[in-house]
């Protein structure tokens, strides 16, 4: 007889979801954790990024004060005050998470853990466990980058959460959402900074109208993008490095960071031992329902490397719990998911750019407004907001919304809710404004910008 009904390997947003909700359903549960309870999100994403962000942000908000008469002198900024709050709300999460876990009856082992078998997880001190049911919940971890000289003295997000002091000069290796946020944070933080992409513009996959305008509002704060570059070494001099770019730009700085995205971590779980087969993509492959390639083996989150962002996660964890100990065979739906960018200014974007649209449909049009939002008039920030419909022309469907504005995260979010729910263009146009805010251009948006076969005046 097996000692558990449900092995889950790593206590991320993925594993804690699907170990508790598989407990209340009455299976016997056992949780393996190498690191900490609570996962990337919680220990070094998600969670401790946004309170990095919102530090960032006060040196913008006492400049904007000048203008509506508040004098903010003597403001001064500690990043050692701020990295030990963080870490104290972090230790506070873990112990939640974990007082959560321990009450719903799972047994929680600190320890790595490994398929001896298709049934059979090894843990580090060499004791074994038997599983009728495993879940392969081990996220992903940053990519360490390619090997140059120099490669030792560059720091991932993990070790950006920990630094003893903030750079003075940082650059920034990455293009990605993640490599965009940390950018922001120092550059909040008055940092100098430097961000390098190989591509020829940041944030791939996000609507080309916003990655352009999102670049323009970097630069106009002081951050130097660099893109169609990357980092070819890394040299140490004295107390500081010299990043040597291989446009033969070379940039001094006290910090050296990548963001270069995220492998699944797949590497030395024994998935040969287990018969559990990857995907191209890196991760493991698995069906709508999460299983993978061996019947009783399934697998949620970053190590599927499908859409990696903790709801999702979450919602994979809880819909395998329910597929597999609830009776109630569950999918999840990976259209539509509304994302944010927490830049400066932020990004939400919810369905299809205008590229993936015109690829899709006959019939696209484009509403499309770019404007100072009102509380730039008096505080002077030099700022520009999108906002951005994706239509089809067809059925007059919403397929996509894109924004570049303050709050855009928190805009987003309620928008997907109509994206989710089919909602029509004249269904935005039928909804009352609320004045005066950014979000209502959403529905005062009258004029197609670029229709089909109208390359209208913008
Ligand atoms: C800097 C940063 C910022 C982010 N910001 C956002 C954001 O704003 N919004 C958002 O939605 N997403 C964000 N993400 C992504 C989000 O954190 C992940 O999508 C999410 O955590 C994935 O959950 P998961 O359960 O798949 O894996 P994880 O949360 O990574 O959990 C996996 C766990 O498994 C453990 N583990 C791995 N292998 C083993 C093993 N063999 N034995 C035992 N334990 C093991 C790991 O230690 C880890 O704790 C961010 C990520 C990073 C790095």
């Given at each position: 007889m097996a000692d558990v009904d449900l092995f889950v390997i790593g206590a991320g947003s993925g594993g804690v979801r699907a170990a508790r909700i598989a407990a209340g359903h009455g299976a016997r549960v056992m949780i393996a954790e190498e690191?900490?309870?609570?996962g990337t999100c919680v220990i070094r994403g998600c969670v401790p990024k946004k309170l990095l962000v919102y530090a960032s942000r006060f040196a913008l908000d006492f400049e904007e004060a000048a203008g509506f008469g508040w004098t903010a002198h003597g403001a001064s900024f500690d990043w050692p005050t701020l990295i030990a709050n963080k870490d104290k709300e972090i230790a506070r999460l873990e112990a939640a998470y974990t007082a959560t876990l321990n009450k719903a009856g799972i047994t929680i082992v600190k320890s790595r853990a490994v398929f001896e078998d298709p049934h059979t997880l090894r843990l580090a001190d060499g004791e074994r466990v038997r599983a009728d049911h495993v879940l392969i919940a081990t996220g992903a971890r940053p990519h360490?980058?390619?090997?140059?000289?120099?490669?030792?003295?560059v720091i991932s997000s993990n070790e950006a959460f920990h630094l003893p002091e903030l750079p003075r000069r940082i650059l920034v290796q990455g293009g990605g959402y993640i490599a965009v946020e940390f950018a922001c944070i120092f550059a909040g933080l008055g940092s100098k900074v430097t961000l390098v992409y190989r591509?020829?513009?940041?944030?791939?996959?996000?609507d080309d109208d916003v990655r352009q305008h999102l670049r323009d509002q970097l630069e106009k704060r002081g951050i130097h993008v660099v893109t169609g570059?990357?980092?070819?070494a890394v040299e140490k001099i004295k107390n500081h490095y010299c990043a040597h770019l291989s446009g033969g730009m070379a940039v001094t700085a006290d910090q050296v960071m990548f963001a270069l995205g995220r492998p699944p971590?797949?590497?030395?779980?024994?998935l040969d031992a287990a018969g559990v087969k990857g995907a191209g993509t890196g991760g493991i492959a698995v069906d709508?329902?999460?299983?993978?390639?061996?019947?009783h083996i399934y697998a949620v989150g970053d190590v599927t490397n499908r859409v990696n962002l903790t709801p999702v996660a979450i919602r994979e964890g809880h819909a395998f719990a329910d597929t597999v100990f609830g009776g109630k065979p569950t999918r999840v739906?990976?259209?539509?998911v509304p994302t944010a960018v927490f830049s400066e200014p932020e990004v939400g974007a919810v369905g299809l750019t205008e590229t993936e649209a015109r690829a899709r449909y006959a019939k696209v049009d484009i509403y499309k407004t770019m404007f100072r939002p009102l509380?730039?008039?008096?505080?002077?920030?030099d700022i520009t907001v999108l906002l951005k419909l994706v239509v089809d022309?067809?059925?007059?469907?919403?397929?996509g919304c894109h924004i570049v504005a303050p709050d855009a995260g928190e805009m987003i979010q309620l928008v997907g809710i109509a994206v989710h729910m089919g909602a029509t263009k004249a269904d935005l146009d039928a909804t009352m404004a609320v004045h005066?805010?950014?979000?209502?251009e959403l529905v005062t948006m009258?004029?197609?910008?670029?229709?089909y076969g109208r390359e209208a005046a913008e």
């Amino acid at each position: 007889m097996a000692d558990v009904d449900l092995f889950v390997i790593g206590a991320g947003s993925g594993g804690v979801r699907a170990a508790r909700i598989a407990a209340g359903h009455g299976a016997r549960v056992m949780i393996a954790e190498e690191y900490r309870v609570g996962g990337t999100c919680v220990i070094r994403g998600c969670v401790p990024k946004k309170l990095l962000v919102y530090a960032s942000r006060f040196a913008l908000d006492f400049e904007e004060a000048a203008g509506f008469g508040w004098t903010a002198h003597g403001a001064s900024f500690d990043w050692p005050t701020l990295i030990a709050n963080k870490d104290k709300e972090i230790a506070r999460l873990e112990a939640a998470y974990t007082a959560t876990l321990n009450k719903a009856g799972i047994t929680i082992v600190k320890s790595r853990a490994v398929f001896e078998d298709p049934h059979t997880l090894r843990l580090a001190d060499g004791e074994r466990v038997r599983a009728d049911h495993v879940l392969i919940a081990t996220g992903a971890r940053p990519h360490p980058g390619p090997t140059i000289p120099g490669l030792e003295h560059v720091i991932s997000s993990n070790e950006a959460f920990h630094l003893p002091e903030l750079p003075r000069r940082i650059l920034v290796q990455g293009g990605g959402y993640i490599a965009v946020e940390f950018a922001c944070i120092f550059a909040g933080l008055g940092s100098k900074v430097t961000l390098v992409y190989r591509g020829d513009n940041i944030l791939r996959g996000f609507d080309d109208d916003v990655r352009q305008h999102l670049r323009d509002q970097l630069e106009k704060r002081g951050i130097h993008v660099v893109t169609g570059n990357i980092v070819a070494a890394v040299e140490k001099i004295k107390n500081h490095y010299c990043a040597h770019l291989s446009g033969g730009m070379a940039v001094t700085a006290d910090q050296v960071m990548f963001a270069l995205g995220r492998p699944p971590n797949v590497h030395g779980l024994g998935l040969d031992a287990a018969g559990v087969k990857g995907a191209g993509t890196g991760g493991i492959a698995v069906d709508e329902y999460s299983r993978t390639s061996v019947p009783h083996i399934y697998a949620v989150g970053d190590v599927t490397n499908r859409v990696n962002l903790t709801p999702v996660a979450i919602r994979e964890g809880h819909a395998f719990a329910d597929t597999v100990f609830g009776g109630k065979p569950t999918r999840v739906d990976h259209t539509n998911v509304p994302t944010a960018v927490f830049s400066e200014p932020e990004v939400g974007a919810v369905g299809l750019t205008e590229t993936e649209a015109r690829a899709r449909y006959a019939k696209v049009d484009i509403y499309k407004t770019m404007f100072r939002p009102l509380k730039a008039t008096l505080s002077g920030r030099d700022i520009t907001v999108l906002l951005k419909l994706v239509v089809d022309g067809a059925t007059d469907r919403v397929l996509g919304c894109h924004i570049v504005a303050p709050d855009a995260g928190e805009m987003i979010q309620l928008v997907g809710i109509a994206v989710h729910m089919g909602a029509t263009k004249a269904d935005l146009d039928a909804t009352m404004a609320v004045h005066p805010t950014i979000a209502e251009e959403l529905v005062t948006m009258r004029t197609v910008t670029r229709g089909y076969g109208r390359e209208a005046a913008e």
